[in-house]
């Protein structure tokens, strides 16, 4: 008659300092003031994406990323998979959306405050490592793809709102509304989002202990050349974004002054490129999943890139344009179809890391695109400047010319490279990576010591060196999630 019922003593477990078995993002009764609102979603993470990024469209103007977020994007997810996901959603959409009032306020400080953003412009490896906790494998890639989709549908639709805004109000009115834009976001994640991680991943405290390991991105970072999986797949990402990144920069400078589109031309042309990627990304990308696999849906979405690309190279009329864009909406495929191998392989306590690494690569790509993209440009003496809104006679020429766009053409190439190396990465299988090394398969077969042999640990598929030292029991080992 005295036992103490089993939910009373599984409380008393949890106070004590027990990590009982809970679903991704739970909390117990009366939990803190950050819960949020239901359970974590990807509509959570959908939400968060679309209000950043349309802040920032709103302003036509993109957010700077770059060489540092190379560095800072392993870095906040490996934090990430040892705090939660939460509180680094809030910092870094809070201090990628402050430089927004101050374009208004203080150009001195904008410029400023938009050069230290960078850092924390890595919102998508946090909100994808978000998507990881709250779904199973099979549904990733669609999560994923919607994700995405959101991502498009706010650079379709942004654009052009400001443009409007920006051409009947002022800009003053512009900078009003995508700030205000930007704080419900970051009002929106400190409300309404909810955690993700689970609580047996978490410490029970901010100021418990943790080691280095579990946060240093260098030791992640030299993982990368040790598990070639991963390494494969990094390389993959920086040969296949790079080209995109250069694109970025200079396509639309490139249709006005080089094929002669006007700014209505141009805005239809980003709108089809948009509407047709949302399409890819959720319906498309979903059927090549369930019929293909992950690899070949990668190997798919290079193969429309590369295609795309040598589109747009040799392309001399406007018609073959709009074709090309056509092709360049189902190449981006590729980057949830990556991210999705990326998380399938990665355990459940680096979805952060492996999923940082990633967007650091699209980072470094970001900040070396546009220059090559732009001394290919110079070598083939096009002009590409904004302050010409007419077709200019030097470039007129090129339309006749054999390669229109060299540049492209090059890109074209190194989507191939990409492509290529794609084909090596192994398949993926439930159990883990098929066709590994014997090395690495070793070291998933059999659980090394603690400090043993860390060096040579794989990233992907290796939960071993995330443990919380200070909360396990003596002599139990925290490789079950």
């Not at 159990?431 to 010591?449: D, F, R, V």
């Amino acid at each position: 008659m005295n036992a103490e019922p089993p939910e009373e003593k599984a409380a008393s477990e949890a106070e004590a300092g027990a990590m009982p078995e809970k679903r991704a993002g739970s909390r117990a009764a009366g939990g803190n003031s950050l819960q949020g609102f239901g359970r974590p979603s990807v509509y959570h993470a959908a939400i968060v994406i679309f209000l950043e990024f349309f802040a920032w469209g709103l302003l036509t103007t993109s957010m700077l990323t770059g060489l540092l977020s190379f560095l800072s994007a392993p870095l906040i997810g490996a934090l990430s998979d040892v705090w939660g996901r939460k509180p680094f959603l809030l910092g870094t959409v809070f201090f990628t959306c402050f430089p927004i009032p101050l374009m208004r306020i203080s150009p001195w400080w904008y410029f400023a405050m938009i050069s230290i953003s960078g850092v924390f412009s890595v919102t998508f490896s946090v909100i994808f490592a978000y998507v990881a906790d709250v779904t199973q494998e099979h549904e990733r890639s669609t999560a994923y793809g919607w994700v995405s989709a959101t991502f498009a549908a706010s650079l379709v639709s942004s654009p052009a709102i400001g443009a409007y805004l920006s051409a009947s109000y002022g800009d003053s009115l512009v900078v009003l509304v995508a700030t205000v834009v930007a704080l419900l976001d970051i009002c929106f994640i400190l409300l309404a989002v909810p955690e993700s991680l689970p609580e047996k991943m978490r410490p029970l405290s901010w100021g418990a202990r943790i080691s280095w390991k579990q946060a240093d991105p260098f030791a992640s970072l030299k993982k990368v050349g040790k598990d070639s999986t991963i390494l494969l797949i990094c390389i993959t990402v920086f040969l296949s974004y790079l080209p995109e990144a250069g694109q970025y920069s200079s396509f639309f400078l490139y249709l006005r002054q080089v094929i002669g589109f006007g700014s209505i031309k141009i805005a239809a042309f980003i709108a089809m490129v948009g509407i047709l990627s949302i399409v890819a990304q959720t319906v498309f990308l979903t059927s090549l999943m369930r019929s293909l696999g992950n690899k070949n849906t990668v190997l798919l979405g290079l193969g429309f890139q590369m295609f795309q690309l040598a589109w747009y190279g040799f392309g001399s009329q406007a018609w073959m344009m709009w074709a090309a864009g056509i092709v360049a909406a189902v190449s981006s495929i590729t980057f949830p179809a990556v991210s999705t191998l990326v998380s399938q392989n990665a355990d459940s306590n680096q979805q952060g890391v492996a999923q940082g690494i990633i967007t650091g690569i699209r980072g470094l790509c970001n900040g070396l695109g546009p220059a090559l993209y732009g001394f290919i440009f110079y070598m083939f003496h096009v002009e590409l400047t904004e302050l010409e809104p007419e077709l200019i006679s030097n470039n007129a020429a090129l339309q006749g010319a054999v390669i229109p766009g060299p540049p492209f053409l090059f890109g074209a190439c190194i989507v191939f490279m990409s492509f290529l190396v794609a084909v090596f990465i192994p398949e993926y299988s439930k159990g883990g990576i098929q066709k590994h090394s014997n090395s690495i398969s070793g070291s998933l077969a059999n659980t090394p010591e603690r400090g043993s042999d860390e060096d040579i640990e794989p990233l992907l598929q290796d939960s071993s060196i995330w443990e919380l030292s200070s909360l396990e029991e003596p002599g139990h080992q925290c490789t079950e999630l």
